[in-house]
């Protein structure tokens, strides 16, 4: 436990913090720069699913930001510390900041009397950031580069914001207004296949190392 503690800091402190930075900056200053009061069902949709998904997946991003530092390699090489083993750690910690951040920003517009389900809208938007996060994560397992696998997941929600839910289904992304529940059970499963898969395929690249 000491151990897994201290990896946990040690990502925390030289790769995550500038995006839990970025996400405390956003959550403070959203409601002022994009009006969040007093807004029905649908423009609430509207917000939390155009808004905080972007921020849902700069916080994925950090998963394998330290794998292309030596030093990491040389852990790894050395079998101190398996290398799923400090996936799923950062993965506990990504994801934890993904709750609590989504928990404040509903909380935010709750406060700002908008009007929407809490518990509906917390599920249905951690399912389309786990999926874009997972999305994001596995395409890392094939380009080995940060950049175009961010553009992936990044491409996949602009495409979506311009084409309607006949061109991908049930992994259409904004289906929130249209109270599509379906469609979040599908994203939420398939986020959970994505990571899985991510790190058993990366565990065994760097293992084969």
Do not use: C
Request: hydrophobic share 55%; aromatic share 18%; no cysteine.
């Amino acid at each position: 436990m000491e151990k897994d503690l201290k990896l946990s800091r040690t990502f925390f402190r030289f790769h995550y913090w500038p995006f839990v930075a970025v996400t405390i900056l956003f959550l403070m200053t959203f409601p002022f720069l994009f009006g969040a009061q007093y807004l029905e069902p649908e423009q609430t949709a509207m917000i939390v699913e155009r808004l905080f998904t972007i921020i849902g997946i700069v916080l994925f991003i950090p998963l394998y930001l330290p794998d292309t530092q030596k030093k990491i390699l040389a852990v790894v090489r050395a079998k101190k510390t398996s290398y799923s083993r400090l996936l799923i750690l950062r993965l506990v910690q990504i994801l934890a900041m993904v709750l609590i951040s989504l928990a404040v920003f509903l909380l935010v517009l709750k406060l700002n009397r908008s009007e929407f389900n809490f518990l509906e809208f917390f599920f249905a938007e951690f399912a389309t950031v786990l999926f874009l996060g997972g999305l994001l994560n596995i395409s890392y397992t094939f380009f080995q580069n940060l950049i175009p696998s961010t553009m992936v997941a990044m491409m996949y929600y602009v495409l979506n914001m311009f084409s309607g839910s006949k061109y991908f289904g049930p992994f259409y992304l904004y289906t929130l207004m249209e109270n599509d529940w379906q469609s979040k059970i599908w994203l939420f499963l398939a986020g959970v296949v994505l990571l899985t898969v991510s790190i058993i395929f990366s565990t065994q690249q760097k293992n084969n190392v």
